[in-house]
């Protein structure tokens, strides 16, 4: 046995009981007590494979220098292996590579990765290439090396380098090699290449939970979702392979975005049966799934049950409170949270709940923050902001907001291009849509719907014809129902009947009734009951519960006097059984109080809004309001007496005819 034998077992023995340090100084001390002994290549690499400290490392380091053991290829491995571990050490990487007296497949897989990690992927192709080049004889690369280049390919999206390296891992012998197959899969998933991933799966003999976690996560990055689920079941039948936390990340997704709560139920009770209730990456995402399918006391559940509680977390539950139009929720989990320094997207998500709202002071105390985070050029809450005051009705604040962004998506341009026309100023949503044209994104789908809305309510006629044929002519883009409903409510506001219902006939979208009811609200308007009992038929006819258009066709009868016929709608609504769709206002009174009405409220409780008890509001809303008490003034009367004495003016959005018919309350509200 060799004089450094014995201090090499017995560094190894202190490794393996966990004394790095002294297993450290014991390797750099040598074989010997003197400071001339040399210490062992071997012990040294021992202690520099096991992840030491970088200080400890950098001793180690210099003590192999001045031992003048760096020729020794085992050590010199171990070091590179050391720095491609440590973060930002690239350089010192680089240098112990270049020191190589001789780069085998390990110095390259190593440099190659190190590469990977640190955000250059095109240098750790250019590795791999050097690597086939033969700068160095005899060397091939192996599976790591083969791996790291095709993740590499995936960073980079680029699938005809992955299909290249997918031909070079045939050729090579690696067709049954687990490891490059999964990075071979996920690739494909990265390049948007789904059913290239399932050809290499479906040629694996013996896939792992690793390969099925990345076809499973190929398939949800691709919109795949019935085929992630399928997989999934597929894996639970196969013996000794086993779900982890990524995979039933994906799944979470998958069945989220189906829409899917029954069998996101059950996926959440594998991950309890499994053990995995601690992943940060599993509970956010059934937190998510949960909130995606409007499951929202099931989310708040797993959120409150999370012991680590991140950002993901965090914007996963406000985001499905604001998609489930649970707005007030977000607002007070937000203030719960009290996250001064909370990112970007939870701030638009709740300023997205205040535009919903309509609620300007929550979201001018966001916007407060905003400003106080130094944030104020991040497109996110820039379009949010501009959306909310736009809703709000406070269109030169937005106006504002959008001439100081400094960036501009198309979000941020349609935005403001809905807020111009959603109140009342038509011309300048057509004007902002003609300087998108010219110097900003291309317009989209949603573009378009906006400046057709601001053609509508300002009737004009031709310019919203051309912006119609323009859009497929011009953009390619196929118009949808929401378009139609522009152009039908166009040409109903000009009388323009027959020419709205030939533009119906001819839409893919015939059947649909709310195309129609823009034409029947015409003819109300207009008191025409020849075209009124024409579309109320059709309407009828595609859909016999739809209450609108049985109200419609009777404020048009008793409107022209007929009152006979208006009754015998009355009592046909009421022999199908037809229930009205109820209506919902609110008014926002003070900072901590917002009230919320519909119309199906009862009369007797309205108790809680008489003013000292005299009654005197609810006389109000008898004497100007015929029953069922209307859902505008309930919601004043509400405001007017959570204000007491103060004065204030209410935004009410889309009053309908009775409603604004009510000249005392309504004036004296907008004092």
Same mark, same amino acid.
């Given at each position: 046995?060799?004089?450094?034998?014995?201090?090499?077992?017995?560094?190894?023995?202190?490794?393996?009981?966990?004394?790095?340090?002294?297993?450290?100084?014991?390797?750099?001390?040598?074989?010997?007590?003197?400071?001339?002994?040399?210490?062992?290549?071997?012990?040294?690499?021992?202690?520099?494979?096991?992840?030491?400290?970088?200080?400890?490392?950098?001793? !180690?380091?210099?003590?192999?220098?001045? &031992?003048?053991?760096?020729?020794?290829?085992? =050590?010199? %491995?171990?070091?590179?292996?050391?720095?491609?571990?440590?973060?930002?050490?690239?350089?010192?990487?680089?240098?112990?590579?270049?020191? =190589?007296?001789?780069?085998?497949?390990?110095?390259?897989?190593?440099?190659?990765?190190?590469?990977?990690?640190?955000?250059?992927?095109?240098?750790?192709?250019?590795?791999?290439?050097?690597?086939?080049?033969?700068?160095?004889?005899?060397?091939?690369?192996?599976?790591?090396?083969?791996?790291?280049?095709?993740?590499?390919? &995936?960073?980079?999206?680029?699938? /005809?380098?992955?299909?290249? !390296?997918?031909?070079?891992?045939?050729?090579?012998?690696?067709?049954?090699?687990? $490891?490059?197959?999964?990075? =071979?899969?996920?690739?494909?998933?990265?390049? &948007?290449?789904?059913?290239?991933?399932?050809?290499?799966?479906?040629?694996?003999?013996?896939?792992?939970?690793?390969?099925?976690?990345? !076809?499973?996560?190929?398939?949800?990055?691709?919109?795949?979702?019935?085929?992630?689920?399928?997989?999934?079941?597929?894996?639970?039948?196969?013996?000794?392979?086993?779900?982890?936390?990524?995979?039933?990340?994906?799944?979470?997704?998958?069945?989220? %975005?189906?829409?899917?709560?029954?069998?996101?139920?059950?996926?959440h009770a594998q991950v309890v049966t499994r053990g995995l209730c601690g992943n940060v990456i599993v509970e956010s995402s059934t937190l998510d799934m949960y909130a995606k399918c409007g499951l929202m006391v099931e989310a708040r559940e797993v959120f409150d049950r999370m012991q680590v509680r991140n950002e993901v977390s965090r914007c996963a539950l406000l985001g499905g409170y604001c998609q489930n139009g649970e707005?007030?929720?977000?607002?007070?989990?937000?203030?719960?949270?009290?996250?001064?320094?909370?990112?970007?997207?939870?701030?638009?998500?709740?300023?997205?709940?205040?535009?919903?709202?309509?609620?300007? /002071?929550?979201?001018?105390?966001?916007?407060?923050?905003?400003?106080?985070?130094a944030g104020w050029r991040d497109v996110v809450v820039e379009s949010a902001l501009v959306d909310l005051y736009a809703k709000c009705g406070a269109v030169d604040y937005a106006y504002s907001v959008f001439e100081a962004s400094t960036v501009r998506n198309t979000i941020t341009w349609n935005a403001m291009i809905g807020g111009f026309a959603q109140n009342g100023h038509g011309e300048r949503a057509i004007n902002l849509f003609n300087r998108m044209v010219r110097e900003g994104p291309r317009p989209d789908y949603i573009s378009f719907i906006g400046v057709l809305f601001a053609?509508?309510?300002?009737?004009? $006629?031709?310019?919203?014809?051309?912006?119609?044929?323009?859009?497929?002519?011009?953009?390619?883009?196929?118009?949808?129902?929401?378009?139609?409903?522009?152009?039908?409510?166009?040409?109903?506001?000009?009388?323009?009947?027959?020419?709205?219902?030939?533009?119906?006939?001819?839409?893919?979208?015939?059947?649909?009734?709310?195309?129609?009811?823009?034409?029947?609200?015409?003819?109300?308007?207009?008191?025409?009951?020849?075209?009124?009992?024409?579309?109320?038929?059709?309407?009828?006819?595609?859909?016999?519960?739809?209450?609108?258009?049985?109200?419609?066709?009777?404020?048009?009868?008793?409107?022209?006097?007929?009152?006979?016929?208006?009754?015998?709608?009355?009592?046909?609504?009421?022999?199908?059984?037809?229930?009205?769709?109820?209506?919902?206002?609110?008014?926002?009174?003070?900072?901590?109080?917002?009230?919320?009405?519909?119309?199906?409220?009862? $009369?007797?409780?309205?108790?809680?809004?008489?003013?000292?008890?005299?009654?005197?509001?609810?006389?109000?809303?008898?004497?100007?309001?015929?029953?069922?008490?209307?859902?505008?003034?309930?919601?004043?009367?509400?405001?007017?007496?959570?204000?007491?004495?103060?004065?204030?003016?209410?935004?009410?959005?889309?009053?309908?005819?009775?409603?604004?018919?009510?000249? !005392?309350?309504?004036?004296?509200?907008?004092?």
């Amino acid at each position: 046995m060799p004089p450094s034998a014995p201090a090499q077992l017995a560094v190894l023995r202190l490794l393996d009981s966990g004394d790095l340090a002294a297993a450290a100084r014991l390797a750099a001390a040598g074989a010997g007590p003197s400071s001339s002994s040399s210490p062992s290549p071997v012990s040294l690499a021992a202690v520099l494979l096991r992840h030491p400290p970088p200080r400890l490392g950098y001793c !180690l380091h210099g003590r192999a220098a001045r &031992a003048g053991l760096l020729a020794d290829r085992y =050590l010199a %491995n171990a070091l590179l292996a050391f720095y491609v571990r440590l973060p930002r050490h690239l350089t010192h990487a680089l240098r112990a590579f270049d020191d =190589l007296p001789r780069r085998d497949v390990v110095a390259h897989s190593s440099i190659l990765a190190a590469f990977l990690r640190a955000g250059m992927p095109r240098r750790a192709l250019a590795s791999l290439r050097a690597m086939l080049a033969g700068a160095d004889d005899d060397v091939s690369p192996n599976a790591h090396a083969l791996s790291a280049a095709v993740k590499a390919c &995936a960073v980079l999206r680029d699938r /005809k380098a992955g299909a290249c !390296l997918h031909g070079s891992v045939l050729v090579r012998g690696f067709a049954d090699d687990g $490891v490059v197959l999964s990075s =071979l899969v996920d690739m494909y998933g990265h390049v &948007a290449a789904p059913g290239d991933a399932r050809k290499v799966f479906e040629e694996m003999r013996a896939p792992d939970g690793i390969c099925y976690t990345s !076809l499973i996560s190929a398939f949800v990055r691709n919109d795949w979702f019935e085929e992630a689920v399928r997989w999934f079941r597929s894996m639970l039948m196969m013996n000794g392979v086993r779900p982890d936390g990524c995979t039933f990340g994906s799944m979470m997704t998958a069945l989220g %975005n189906l829409k899917r709560g029954s069998q996101g139920r059950q996926a959440h009770a594998q991950v309890v049966t499994r053990g995995l209730c601690g992943n940060v990456i599993v509970e956010s995402s059934t937190l998510d799934m949960y909130a995606k399918c409007g499951l929202m006391v099931e989310a708040r559940e797993v959120f409150d049950r999370m012991q680590v509680r991140n950002e993901v977390s965090r914007c996963a539950l406000l985001g499905g409170y604001c998609q489930n139009g649970e707005y007030e929720k977000v607002i007070a989990l937000f203030r719960e949270m009290d996250k001064e320094d909370g990112d970007w997207y939870s701030l638009g998500t709740v300023l997205r709940a205040c535009a919903g709202l309509s609620s300007v /002071k929550p979201g001018k105390e966001i916007h407060c923050r905003f400003l106080r985070m130094a944030g104020w050029r991040d497109v996110v809450v820039e379009s949010a902001l501009v959306d909310l005051y736009a809703k709000c009705g406070a269109v030169d604040y937005a106006y504002s907001v959008f001439e100081a962004s400094t960036v501009r998506n198309t979000i941020t341009w349609n935005a403001m291009i809905g807020g111009f026309a959603q109140n009342g100023h038509g011309e300048r949503a057509i004007n902002l849509f003609n300087r998108m044209v010219r110097e900003g994104p291309r317009p989209d789908y949603i573009s378009f719907i906006g400046v057709l809305f601001a053609c509508s309510h300002t009737g004009m $006629v031709e310019q919203g014809r051309n912006y119609f044929n323009s859009m497929c002519k011009d953009y390619g883009i196929a118009p949808g129902i929401e378009h139609y409903n522009c152009m039908v409510d166009l040409f109903s506001r000009v009388e323009l009947l027959e020419e709205a219902e030939d533009l119906i006939n001819k839409s893919p979208f015939r059947n649909d009734s709310s195309l129609w009811a823009d034409i029947l609200g015409a003819s109300a308007t207009h008191s025409n009951p020849d075209v009124a009992e024409r579309v109320a038929k059709k309407m009828m006819e595609l859909e016999p519960q739809y209450h609108l258009s049985y109200i419609l066709l009777e404020n048009v009868y008793r409107t022209v006097g007929r009152w006979e016929d208006a009754l015998e709608i009355r009592r046909l609504m009421e022999s199908r059984k037809v229930k009205k769709e109820p209506g919902m206002s609110w008014v926002d009174a003070n900072r901590s109080k917002l009230h919320v009405c519909d119309s199906n409220e009862e $009369v007797s409780e309205l108790d809680d809004l008489n003013y000292h008890g005299d009654g005197t509001v609810r006389q109000a809303v008898h004497n100007y309001w015929l029953l069922p008490i209307r859902t505008a003034g309930i919601a004043i009367c509400a405001g007017l007496i959570d204000l007491r004495r103060a004065t204030r003016k209410f935004h009410l959005p889309e009053l309908d005819e009775a409603e604004s018919n009510c000249p !005392l309350l309504l004036c004296q509200t907008k004092k």
